[in-house]
Protein backbone atom coordinates (compact mmCIF):
# COMPACT_ATOMS: atom_id res chain seq x y z
CA UNK A 1 0.00 0.00 0.00
CA UNK A 2 1.59 3.04 -1.30
CA UNK A 3 1.30 6.30 1.01
CA UNK A 4 -1.07 8.94 0.11
CA UNK A 5 0.64 12.18 -0.88
CA UNK A 6 -1.48 15.45 0.24
CA UNK A 7 -2.57 16.38 -3.66
CA UNK A 8 -4.19 12.36 -3.61
CA UNK A 9 -5.90 13.33 -0.46
CA UNK A 10 -7.21 16.34 -1.38
CA UNK A 11 -8.41 14.81 -4.96
CA UNK A 12 -10.13 12.01 -3.30
CA UNK A 13 -11.83 14.74 -0.45
CA UNK A 14 -13.26 16.55 -3.25
CA UNK A 15 -14.50 13.25 -5.24
CA UNK A 16 -16.04 12.10 -1.87
CA UNK A 17 -17.96 15.36 -0.80
CA UNK A 18 -19.21 15.42 -4.77
CA UNK A 19 -20.82 12.26 -4.70
CA UNK A 20 -21.40 12.73 -1.55
CA UNK A 21 -23.69 15.73 -2.76
CA UNK A 22 -24.61 14.24 -5.84
CA UNK A 23 -26.67 11.17 -3.76
CA UNK A 24 -28.09 12.95 -1.14
CA UNK A 25 -29.86 15.47 -3.67
CA UNK A 26 -31.02 12.26 -5.69
CA UNK A 27 -32.42 10.64 -1.93
CA UNK A 28 -33.73 14.02 -1.38
CA UNK A 29 -35.55 13.62 -4.93
CA UNK A 30 -36.71 10.33 -4.20
CA UNK A 31 -35.39 9.77 -7.47
CA UNK A 32 -34.80 6.26 -8.77
CA UNK A 33 -31.55 4.45 -9.19
CA UNK A 34 -31.68 5.08 -13.39
CA UNK A 35 -32.07 8.84 -12.60
CA UNK A 36 -29.39 8.68 -9.46
CA UNK A 37 -26.94 6.92 -11.46
CA UNK A 38 -27.71 9.29 -14.52
CA UNK A 39 -27.05 12.39 -12.28
CA UNK A 40 -24.13 10.58 -10.33
CA UNK A 41 -21.76 8.88 -13.45
CA UNK A 42 -21.02 11.74 -15.38
CA UNK A 43 -19.11 13.98 -12.07
CA UNK A 44 -17.59 10.54 -11.32
CA UNK A 45 -15.94 10.15 -15.11
CA UNK A 46 -14.95 13.87 -15.09
CA UNK A 47 -13.20 13.34 -11.35
CA UNK A 48 -11.70 10.15 -11.56
CA UNK A 49 -10.50 10.80 -15.40
CA UNK A 50 -11.40 7.16 -15.76
CA UNK A 51 -13.40 6.69 -19.67
CA UNK A 52 -15.98 4.41 -18.54
CA UNK A 53 -17.98 3.44 -15.17
CA UNK A 54 -20.61 0.91 -14.54
CA UNK A 55 -22.37 -0.85 -11.59
CA UNK A 56 -24.19 -4.03 -11.18
CA UNK A 57 -26.85 -4.56 -8.59
CA UNK A 58 -30.84 -5.05 -8.42
CA UNK A 59 -33.32 -2.37 -9.24
CA UNK A 60 -36.33 -1.62 -6.98
CA UNK A 61 -38.20 -4.33 -8.26
CA UNK A 62 -35.19 -6.41 -6.89
CA UNK A 63 -34.40 -7.73 -10.18
CA UNK A 64 -30.28 -7.44 -11.26
CA UNK A 65 -29.17 -5.38 -13.69
CA UNK A 66 -25.95 -2.79 -15.18
CA UNK A 67 -26.05 0.72 -15.57
CA UNK A 68 -23.53 2.34 -17.43
CA UNK A 69 -21.83 5.45 -18.71
CA UNK A 70 -18.94 6.26 -21.58
CA UNK A 71 -16.78 4.54 -23.74
CA UNK A 72 -17.33 0.72 -23.40
CA UNK A 73 -16.63 -0.05 -27.06
CA UNK A 74 -18.28 -3.51 -28.26
CA UNK A 75 -17.73 -4.79 -24.23
CA UNK A 76 -20.92 -5.26 -22.42
CA UNK A 77 -20.01 -4.38 -18.60
CA UNK A 78 -22.34 -6.27 -16.74
CA UNK A 79 -20.34 -9.10 -17.90
CA UNK A 80 -16.57 -7.69 -17.37
CA UNK A 81 -18.49 -7.14 -13.91
CA UNK A 82 -19.26 -10.35 -13.28
CA UNK A 83 -15.63 -11.69 -13.80
CA UNK A 84 -12.94 -11.47 -10.39
CA UNK A 85 -12.56 -7.59 -9.14
CA UNK A 86 -9.71 -5.35 -8.62
CA UNK A 87 -7.32 -4.40 -11.30
CA UNK A 88 -6.96 -6.08 -14.37
CA UNK A 89 -5.82 -4.95 -18.01
CA UNK A 90 -8.71 -5.31 -20.57
CA UNK A 91 -7.13 -4.68 -24.21
CA UNK A 92 -5.29 -1.16 -24.47
CA UNK A 93 -7.53 -0.13 -21.18
CA UNK A 94 -7.65 -1.03 -17.45
CA UNK A 95 -10.47 -2.45 -15.24
CA UNK A 96 -10.69 -1.62 -11.90
CA UNK A 97 -13.87 -3.38 -9.52
CA UNK A 98 -15.05 -4.15 -6.55
CA UNK A 99 -17.88 -5.62 -4.33
CA UNK A 100 -20.30 -3.33 -2.87
CA UNK A 101 -21.11 -4.26 0.60
CA UNK A 102 -22.97 -2.99 3.99
CA UNK A 103 -21.74 -5.10 7.13
CA UNK A 104 -21.05 -8.58 5.29
CA UNK A 105 -24.30 -7.97 2.90
CA UNK A 106 -23.26 -7.97 -0.72
CA UNK A 107 -25.32 -5.24 -3.16
CA UNK A 108 -23.80 -4.86 -6.45
CA UNK A 109 -20.62 -4.38 -7.84
CA UNK A 110 -18.79 -1.47 -8.72
CA UNK A 111 -16.18 -0.77 -11.49
CA UNK A 112 -14.47 2.56 -13.47
CA UNK A 113 -12.53 1.75 -16.81
CA UNK A 114 -9.14 3.91 -17.53
CA UNK A 115 -7.57 4.23 -20.53
CA UNK A 116 -4.20 3.03 -21.22
CA UNK A 117 -2.16 0.40 -18.93
CA UNK A 118 -2.14 1.42 -15.02
CA UNK A 119 -1.51 -1.91 -13.44
CA UNK A 120 1.40 -1.19 -11.76
CA UNK A 121 1.77 -0.84 -7.88
CA UNK A 122 1.66 2.67 -7.26
CA UNK A 123 -0.89 3.69 -10.15
CA UNK A 124 -3.25 1.37 -9.43
CA UNK A 125 -2.97 1.60 -5.75
CA UNK A 126 -4.53 5.24 -6.61
CA UNK A 127 -6.98 3.91 -8.49
CA UNK A 128 -8.29 1.67 -6.24
CA UNK A 129 -8.36 4.18 -3.52
CA UNK A 130 -10.68 6.70 -6.03
CA UNK A 131 -12.76 3.33 -6.77
CA UNK A 132 -13.60 2.82 -3.05
CA UNK A 133 -14.21 6.71 -1.94
CA UNK A 134 -16.57 6.51 -5.07
CA UNK A 135 -18.12 2.85 -3.77
CA UNK A 136 -18.37 4.00 0.13
CA UNK A 137 -21.03 6.28 -0.55
CA UNK A 138 -23.11 4.22 -3.38
CA UNK A 139 -22.92 0.82 -1.02
CA UNK A 140 -25.09 2.72 1.68
CA UNK A 141 -27.52 4.45 -0.80
CA UNK A 142 -28.11 1.21 -2.30
CA UNK A 143 -28.43 -1.09 1.27
CA UNK A 144 -31.51 1.21 1.75
CA UNK A 145 -33.07 0.64 -1.00
CA UNK A 146 -32.62 -3.19 -1.06
CA UNK A 147 -33.29 -3.12 2.30
CA UNK A 148 -36.61 -1.18 1.67
CA UNK A 149 -37.44 -3.28 -1.55
CA UNK A 150 -36.47 -6.44 0.30
CA UNK A 151 -39.38 -5.32 3.13
CA UNK A 152 -41.95 -4.13 0.13
CA UNK A 153 -41.25 -7.43 -1.26
CA UNK A 154 -42.09 -9.47 1.10
CA UNK A 155 -44.97 -7.50 2.35
CA UNK A 156 -46.17 -8.00 -0.96
CA UNK A 157 -45.59 -11.84 -0.45
CA UNK A 158 -47.12 -11.86 2.86
CA UNK A 159 -50.35 -10.16 2.13
CA UNK A 160 -50.54 -12.51 -0.98
CA UNK A 161 -50.78 -15.30 1.50
CA UNK A 162 -52.83 -13.89 4.05
CA UNK A 163 -55.45 -13.42 0.37
CA UNK A 164 -55.50 -17.08 0.73
CA UNK A 165 -59.47 -17.71 1.16
CA UNK A 166 -58.41 -20.63 3.83
CA UNK A 167 -57.64 -17.92 6.31
CA UNK A 168 -55.53 -20.43 8.79
CA UNK A 169 -53.47 -21.83 5.57
CA UNK A 170 -52.59 -17.88 4.50
CA UNK A 171 -51.61 -17.09 8.04
CA UNK A 172 -49.39 -20.35 8.34
CA UNK A 173 -47.61 -19.58 4.92
CA UNK A 174 -47.43 -15.63 5.97
CA UNK A 175 -45.55 -16.45 9.01
CA UNK A 176 -43.30 -19.00 7.66
CA UNK A 177 -42.19 -16.52 4.89
CA UNK A 178 -41.46 -14.16 7.44
CA UNK A 179 -39.81 -16.52 9.13
CA UNK A 180 -37.47 -17.39 6.76
CA UNK A 181 -36.47 -13.63 6.18
CA UNK A 182 -36.31 -12.75 10.63
CA UNK A 183 -35.35 -14.66 13.19
CA UNK A 184 -38.49 -15.34 14.63
CA UNK A 185 -38.49 -18.24 17.34
CA UNK A 186 -42.25 -17.51 18.72
CA UNK A 187 -45.30 -15.81 17.10
CA UNK A 188 -48.29 -16.19 18.53
CA UNK A 189 -51.88 -14.76 17.04
CA UNK A 190 -54.56 -14.48 19.64
CA UNK A 191 -57.91 -13.01 18.29
CA UNK A 192 -61.72 -13.28 18.67
CA UNK A 193 -64.38 -15.71 17.07
CA UNK A 194 -66.45 -14.15 14.84
CA UNK A 195 -69.52 -14.89 15.53
CA UNK A 196 -68.99 -15.44 19.33
CA UNK A 197 -66.84 -12.43 20.86
CA UNK A 198 -65.93 -13.76 23.86
CA UNK A 199 -64.63 -16.76 22.70
CA UNK A 200 -61.06 -16.50 21.92
CA UNK A 201 -58.61 -18.44 19.26
CA UNK A 202 -55.13 -19.14 18.91
CA UNK A 203 -52.25 -20.16 16.72
CA UNK A 204 -48.90 -20.37 17.73
CA UNK A 205 -45.83 -21.16 15.53
CA UNK A 206 -42.20 -22.13 16.62
CA UNK A 207 -39.87 -20.98 14.25
CA UNK A 208 -42.07 -19.84 11.63
CA UNK A 209 -43.73 -23.69 12.10
CA UNK A 210 -47.23 -24.09 13.11
CA UNK A 211 -46.94 -25.52 17.07
CA UNK A 212 -50.23 -25.12 18.59
CA UNK A 213 -53.78 -24.29 18.02
CA UNK A 214 -57.31 -24.03 19.52
CA UNK A 215 -58.94 -27.04 19.21
CA UNK A 216 -56.77 -29.69 17.57
CA UNK A 217 -53.27 -28.67 18.91
CA UNK A 218 -54.09 -27.33 22.18
CA UNK A 219 -51.75 -25.17 24.37
CA UNK A 220 -52.40 -26.30 28.22
CA UNK A 221 -50.62 -22.50 29.19
CA UNK A 222 -52.70 -20.71 26.80
CA UNK A 223 -55.87 -22.62 27.44
CA UNK A 224 -55.64 -21.83 31.69
CA UNK A 225 -55.02 -18.13 31.17
CA UNK A 226 -57.76 -17.76 28.31
CA UNK A 227 -60.80 -19.55 30.75
CA UNK A 228 -59.13 -16.78 33.64
CA UNK A 229 -58.86 -13.50 31.68
CA UNK A 230 -61.19 -14.19 28.05
CA UNK A 231 -60.77 -11.38 25.93
CA UNK A 232 -59.47 -9.19 28.50
CA UNK A 233 -55.79 -10.84 27.21
CA UNK A 234 -56.58 -8.78 23.66
CA UNK A 235 -56.67 -5.68 26.13
CA UNK A 236 -52.95 -5.69 27.73
CA UNK A 237 -52.84 -8.55 29.95
CA UNK A 238 -49.14 -8.87 28.87
CA UNK A 239 -48.33 -10.63 31.97
CA UNK A 240 -50.58 -12.84 31.94
CA UNK A 241 -48.76 -14.15 28.65
CA UNK A 242 -45.38 -13.09 29.33
CA UNK A 243 -44.54 -16.47 31.24
CA UNK A 244 -45.98 -19.27 29.22
CA UNK A 245 -43.38 -18.25 26.21
CA UNK A 246 -39.71 -18.56 26.80
CA UNK A 247 -37.06 -15.40 25.81
CA UNK A 248 -36.52 -11.81 27.55
CA UNK A 249 -38.56 -10.35 25.07
CA UNK A 250 -41.69 -10.10 24.15
CA UNK A 251 -43.69 -7.82 21.78
CA UNK A 252 -47.35 -7.45 21.63
CA UNK A 253 -49.15 -5.66 18.65
CA UNK A 254 -53.06 -5.10 18.99
CA UNK A 255 -55.20 -5.73 15.52
CA UNK A 256 -57.53 -3.02 16.01
CA UNK A 257 -60.95 -3.46 14.95
CA UNK A 258 -64.14 -0.94 14.99
CA UNK A 259 -63.63 0.95 18.40
CA UNK A 260 -66.76 0.00 19.80
CA UNK A 261 -65.88 -3.60 19.53
CA UNK A 262 -62.52 -3.40 20.69
CA UNK A 263 -59.47 -5.10 19.26
CA UNK A 264 -60.06 -7.61 17.23
CA UNK A 265 -56.82 -9.83 18.34
CA UNK A 266 -53.49 -9.39 19.29
CA UNK A 267 -49.95 -11.02 17.86
CA UNK A 268 -47.09 -11.64 20.27
CA UNK A 269 -43.53 -12.81 19.20
CA UNK A 270 -40.72 -13.59 21.36
CA UNK A 271 -37.16 -14.13 20.88
CA UNK A 272 -34.11 -14.39 23.56
CA UNK A 273 -32.07 -11.42 21.60
CA UNK A 274 -34.85 -8.85 20.97
CA UNK A 275 -35.93 -7.98 17.33
CA UNK A 276 -34.28 -5.09 14.76
CA UNK A 277 -36.02 -2.13 13.81
CA UNK A 278 -36.65 -3.83 10.25
CA UNK A 279 -38.05 -7.24 12.17
CA UNK A 280 -40.49 -5.03 14.07
CA UNK A 281 -41.49 -3.27 11.02
CA UNK A 282 -42.30 -6.40 9.06
CA UNK A 283 -44.27 -7.42 12.17
CA UNK A 284 -46.43 -4.40 12.32
CA UNK A 285 -47.36 -4.29 8.83
CA UNK A 286 -48.07 -7.94 9.21
CA UNK A 287 -49.94 -6.46 11.54
CA UNK A 288 -51.97 -4.27 9.97
CA UNK A 289 -52.52 -6.71 6.94
CA UNK A 290 -53.78 -9.19 8.96
CA UNK A 291 -56.24 -6.49 10.73
CA UNK A 292 -58.30 -6.12 7.77
CA UNK A 293 -57.81 -9.79 6.59
CA UNK A 294 -59.75 -10.67 10.13
CA UNK A 295 -62.33 -8.21 9.80
CA UNK A 296 -63.21 -9.60 6.10
CA UNK A 297 -62.64 -13.06 7.80
CA UNK A 298 -65.54 -11.79 10.69
CA UNK A 299 -67.72 -10.82 8.46
CA UNK A 300 -67.27 -13.98 6.12
CA UNK A 301 -68.07 -15.78 8.93
CA UNK A 302 -71.09 -13.66 10.44
CA UNK A 303 -72.89 -14.06 7.22
CA UNK A 304 -72.41 -17.63 6.66
CA UNK A 305 -73.69 -17.77 10.44
CA UNK A 306 -76.94 -16.98 9.37
CA UNK A 307 -77.48 -19.85 7.03
CA UNK A 308 -75.26 -22.81 8.61
CA UNK A 309 -74.08 -24.08 12.30
CA UNK A 310 -69.78 -23.57 13.03
CA UNK A 311 -68.95 -27.08 11.84
CA UNK A 312 -70.25 -26.59 8.24
CA UNK A 313 -68.96 -22.76 8.16
CA UNK A 314 -65.45 -24.09 9.31
CA UNK A 315 -65.44 -26.73 6.47
CA UNK A 316 -66.73 -24.50 3.91
CA UNK A 317 -63.77 -22.19 5.08
CA UNK A 318 -61.35 -24.62 4.76
CA UNK A 319 -61.96 -25.15 1.14
CA UNK A 320 -60.11 -22.77 -0.86
CA UNK A 321 -62.66 -23.17 -3.46
CA UNK A 322 -65.51 -22.76 -0.96
CA UNK A 323 -67.39 -20.14 -2.65
CA UNK A 324 -68.46 -23.25 -5.34
CA UNK A 325 -70.11 -24.87 -2.58
CA UNK A 326 -72.76 -21.70 -2.18
CA UNK A 327 -72.92 -20.58 -6.19
CA UNK A 328 -76.90 -21.64 -7.26
CA UNK A 329 -77.31 -25.17 -7.98
CA UNK A 330 -80.21 -27.44 -9.31
CA UNK A 331 -80.21 -30.12 -6.36
CA UNK A 332 -82.92 -32.57 -5.12
CA UNK A 333 -83.30 -31.29 -1.45
CA UNK A 334 -85.44 -31.97 1.58
CA UNK A 335 -87.75 -29.01 2.55
CA UNK A 336 -88.92 -28.22 6.17
CA UNK A 337 -91.46 -25.45 6.56
CA UNK A 338 -92.69 -25.13 10.08
CA UNK A 339 -95.41 -22.38 11.35
CA UNK A 340 -96.94 -21.84 14.58
CA UNK A 341 -100.26 -22.73 15.08
CA UNK A 342 -102.83 -20.13 16.03
CA UNK A 343 -100.07 -17.36 15.88
CA UNK A 344 -101.87 -13.97 14.74
CA UNK A 345 -104.45 -14.89 17.88
CA UNK A 346 -101.36 -15.37 19.84
CA UNK A 347 -100.05 -12.09 18.88
CA UNK A 348 -103.83 -10.27 18.83
CA UNK A 349 -104.73 -11.83 22.17
CA UNK A 350 -102.38 -12.89 23.95
CA UNK A 351 -99.69 -10.13 23.98
CA UNK A 352 -99.40 -6.73 25.59
CA UNK A 353 -96.92 -5.12 23.34
CA UNK A 354 -94.80 -5.70 20.36
CA UNK A 355 -91.74 -6.71 21.65
CA UNK A 356 -93.60 -9.17 23.69
CA UNK A 357 -94.15 -10.70 20.44
CA UNK A 358 -90.36 -10.28 19.10
CA UNK A 359 -88.82 -11.58 22.53
CA UNK A 360 -91.72 -14.95 21.62
CA UNK A 361 -91.09 -15.68 18.36
CA UNK A 362 -87.28 -15.04 19.21
CA UNK A 363 -87.07 -17.81 21.41
CA UNK A 364 -89.25 -20.24 19.45
CA UNK A 365 -87.18 -19.22 16.17
CA UNK A 366 -83.68 -19.77 17.99
CA UNK A 367 -84.07 -23.35 18.81
CA UNK A 368 -86.07 -23.90 15.72
CA UNK A 369 -83.16 -23.27 13.73
CA UNK A 370 -80.99 -25.16 16.21
CA UNK A 371 -83.15 -28.30 15.27
CA UNK A 372 -82.84 -28.10 11.69
CA UNK A 373 -78.78 -27.23 12.16
CA UNK A 374 -78.63 -30.40 14.42
CA UNK A 375 -79.66 -32.24 11.29
CA UNK A 376 -77.56 -31.17 8.99
CA UNK A 377 -79.84 -28.51 7.73
CA UNK A 378 -79.46 -24.84 6.52
CA UNK A 379 -82.02 -22.57 7.71
CA UNK A 380 -83.04 -20.74 4.67
CA UNK A 381 -85.49 -18.05 5.83
CA UNK A 382 -87.98 -17.16 8.45
CA UNK A 383 -91.15 -15.65 6.99
CA UNK A 384 -93.09 -14.40 9.93
CA UNK A 385 -93.33 -16.45 12.11
CA UNK A 386 -92.80 -19.26 10.09
CA UNK A 387 -89.29 -21.08 9.71
CA UNK A 388 -87.93 -22.22 6.62
CA UNK A 389 -85.00 -25.05 6.01
CA UNK A 390 -83.79 -27.17 3.58
CA UNK A 391 -81.66 -30.57 3.67
CA UNK A 392 -78.45 -31.35 1.15
CA UNK A 393 -76.96 -27.89 0.65
CA UNK A 394 -74.28 -27.02 0.88
CA UNK A 395 -72.20 -30.08 0.15
CA UNK A 396 -75.00 -32.62 -1.35
CA UNK A 397 -72.76 -35.63 -0.35
CA UNK A 398 -75.41 -36.98 1.56
CA UNK A 399 -78.15 -39.51 -0.38
CA UNK A 400 -81.64 -38.16 -0.78
CA UNK A 401 -82.73 -40.89 1.70
CA UNK A 402 -80.61 -39.46 4.56
CA UNK A 403 -82.21 -35.69 2.96
CA UNK A 404 -85.52 -36.83 3.93
CA UNK A 405 -84.64 -38.61 6.74
CA UNK A 406 -83.19 -35.74 8.57
CA UNK A 407 -85.72 -32.91 7.21
CA UNK A 408 -88.51 -35.99 8.99
CA UNK A 409 -86.08 -35.75 12.47
CA UNK A 410 -86.33 -32.12 12.65
CA UNK A 411 -89.90 -31.58 12.14
CA UNK A 412 -90.57 -34.15 14.67
CA UNK A 413 -87.99 -32.51 17.20
CA UNK A 414 -89.02 -29.09 16.56
CA UNK A 415 -92.78 -30.52 17.63
CA UNK A 416 -91.05 -32.32 20.56
CA UNK A 417 -89.57 -28.65 22.15
CA UNK A 418 -92.74 -26.60 20.52
CA UNK A 419 -95.28 -28.80 22.83
CA UNK A 420 -92.70 -28.30 25.86
CA UNK A 421 -92.11 -24.72 25.34
CA UNK A 422 -96.12 -24.76 25.62
CA UNK A 423 -96.25 -26.21 29.10
CA UNK A 424 -94.17 -23.48 30.35
CA UNK A 425 -96.70 -21.79 33.32
CA UNK A 426 -96.71 -18.85 31.51
CA UNK A 427 -97.34 -19.61 27.87
CA UNK A 428 -99.49 -22.07 29.03
CA UNK A 429 -101.48 -19.28 30.42
CA UNK A 430 -101.30 -17.36 26.91
CA UNK A 431 -103.11 -20.07 25.49
CA UNK A 432 -105.15 -20.82 27.54
CA UNK A 433 -106.25 -16.93 27.19
CA UNK A 434 -106.31 -17.48 23.44
CA UNK A 435 -108.19 -20.38 23.69
CA UNK A 436 -105.52 -22.65 22.48
CA UNK A 437 -105.18 -26.16 23.66
CA UNK A 438 -101.50 -25.49 24.12
CA UNK A 439 -98.78 -24.32 21.60
CA UNK A 440 -98.00 -26.31 18.37
CA UNK A 441 -96.26 -26.50 14.75
CA UNK A 442 -97.77 -27.16 12.13
CA UNK A 443 -95.39 -28.79 9.54
CA UNK A 444 -94.52 -29.66 5.87
CA UNK A 445 -91.60 -31.86 4.81
CA UNK A 446 -90.93 -32.46 0.79
CA UNK A 447 -88.20 -33.67 -1.06
CA UNK A 448 -87.98 -31.69 -4.51
CA UNK A 449 -86.00 -30.09 -6.87
CA UNK A 450 -84.77 -26.81 -6.09
CA UNK A 451 -81.98 -24.06 -7.41
CA UNK A 452 -80.49 -23.27 -4.02
CA UNK A 453 -77.23 -21.00 -3.96
CA UNK A 454 -76.72 -17.14 -2.63
CA UNK A 455 -79.37 -15.16 -4.03
CA UNK A 456 -80.11 -11.34 -3.82
CA UNK A 457 -77.95 -8.18 -3.08
CA UNK A 458 -77.92 -9.15 0.53
CA UNK A 459 -76.51 -12.90 -1.17
CA UNK A 460 -79.16 -14.94 1.39
CA UNK A 461 -78.66 -18.71 0.94
CA UNK A 462 -82.20 -19.66 0.08
CA UNK A 463 -84.26 -21.94 -2.89
CA UNK A 464 -86.32 -21.47 -5.67
CA UNK A 465 -88.60 -23.93 -7.17
CA UNK A 466 -91.91 -25.11 -7.71
CA UNK A 467 -90.78 -27.64 -4.60
CA UNK A 468 -90.77 -25.32 -2.54
CA UNK A 469 -94.15 -23.65 -3.01
CA UNK A 470 -95.90 -26.86 -3.01
CA UNK A 471 -93.97 -27.39 0.61
CA UNK A 472 -95.71 -23.75 1.87
CA UNK A 473 -98.82 -24.95 0.25
CA UNK A 474 -98.75 -28.77 2.00
CA UNK A 475 -97.92 -26.45 5.71
CA UNK A 476 -100.59 -24.42 5.37
CA UNK A 477 -102.59 -27.49 5.36
CA UNK A 478 -101.17 -28.96 8.77
CA UNK A 479 -103.14 -29.22 11.88
CA UNK A 480 -102.45 -28.16 15.39
CA UNK A 481 -98.94 -30.33 16.04
CA UNK A 482 -99.28 -32.24 12.89
CA UNK A 483 -96.58 -33.03 10.48
CA UNK A 484 -97.42 -33.67 6.48
CA UNK A 485 -95.75 -35.07 4.10
CA UNK A 486 -95.34 -35.12 0.47
CA UNK A 487 -95.19 -38.69 -1.28
CA UNK A 488 -91.63 -38.28 -2.48
CA UNK A 489 -90.74 -38.20 1.64
CA UNK A 490 -93.03 -40.93 2.09
CA UNK A 491 -91.34 -43.08 -0.60
CA UNK A 492 -87.96 -42.50 0.03
CA UNK A 493 -87.96 -43.50 3.23
CA UNK A 494 -89.98 -46.58 2.92
CA UNK A 495 -86.50 -48.42 2.62
CA UNK A 496 -84.67 -47.11 6.09
CA UNK A 497 -84.02 -50.08 8.13
CA UNK A 498 -83.39 -47.63 11.41
CA UNK A 499 -85.72 -48.12 14.10
CA UNK A 500 -87.03 -44.26 14.56
CA UNK A 501 -88.17 -44.36 10.63
CA UNK A 502 -89.76 -48.46 11.33
CA UNK A 503 -91.98 -47.01 14.15
CA UNK A 504 -93.40 -44.19 12.24
CA UNK A 505 -96.99 -44.43 11.15
CA UNK A 506 -98.26 -42.60 8.52
CA UNK A 507 -102.30 -41.81 7.17
CA UNK A 508 -103.86 -42.87 3.96
CA UNK A 509 -102.66 -40.95 1.04
CA UNK A 510 -104.23 -38.07 0.28
CA UNK A 511 -104.83 -35.47 -2.73
CA UNK A 512 -105.65 -32.12 -2.19
CA UNK A 513 -106.15 -29.55 -4.69
CA UNK A 514 -104.83 -26.12 -3.42
CA UNK A 515 -104.48 -22.51 -5.19
CA UNK A 516 -101.68 -21.99 -8.27
CA UNK A 517 -100.63 -25.39 -7.85
CA UNK A 518 -101.36 -26.90 -10.99
CA UNK A 519 -101.39 -30.55 -9.25
CA UNK A 520 -103.00 -31.56 -6.47
CA UNK A 521 -100.67 -32.24 -3.60
CA UNK A 522 -99.88 -36.03 -2.61
CA UNK A 523 -99.15 -35.95 0.96
CA UNK A 524 -99.30 -38.57 4.18
CA UNK A 525 -100.03 -37.14 7.71
CA UNK A 526 -97.48 -38.53 10.15
CA UNK A 527 -99.09 -39.78 13.78
CA UNK A 528 -99.72 -36.30 15.49
CA UNK A 529 -97.12 -35.63 18.25
CA UNK A 530 -98.19 -36.28 21.21
CA UNK A 531 -95.98 -34.74 24.47
Not at 20 to 35: A, C, G, K, V, W
Not at 208 to 213: A, M, P, R, V, W
Not at 266 to 278: C, H, M, R
Request: proline share 5%; glycine share 8%.
Amino acid sequence: MTDITLEEYKALRTLHRAVDDLLEESLRERETLTRTFQRCFPPVLSLTGAKAVAITTRDEELVEQTWSEGDWSDRHPGALLAESTGVRRLGADTLVSQPLDVAGSRVGTFGLLFPGDVTAPVPSARLLRMLDTVAEQLDTVLCLVHTASEKHQLILQCNRHLSNPVFEAGMDLAVLTLSQHVRLPGFLLLYRDAVQPHVLHYRTYRSGHLEFESGEQPHAGLEAAIRQHGPRLLQGEEAALRPLFTGRTTEAVLISGAAAQGPLGKIVVWNDEGFSTYAMDLIRVLASTLSQRLQDYHRERIHLSQFFPNAVIDALLQDPAYAQHLRAQDQEVGILFADINGFTRICEQGFDSPRSIGRFVDEWSQRAVGCIWEHGGVFDKMVGDCVIGLFGPPFFKNSLQARARDAVRAARDIQAFTASLGAREEVAALCERVKLPGLGVAVGVNLAHANCGLFGPNRQYTAFSSGMNQTARLQSLAGFRETLVMDSVHDTLKGSDEPFFRGLRFGPLTETHVKNVAQPLRHYRLEPFTP
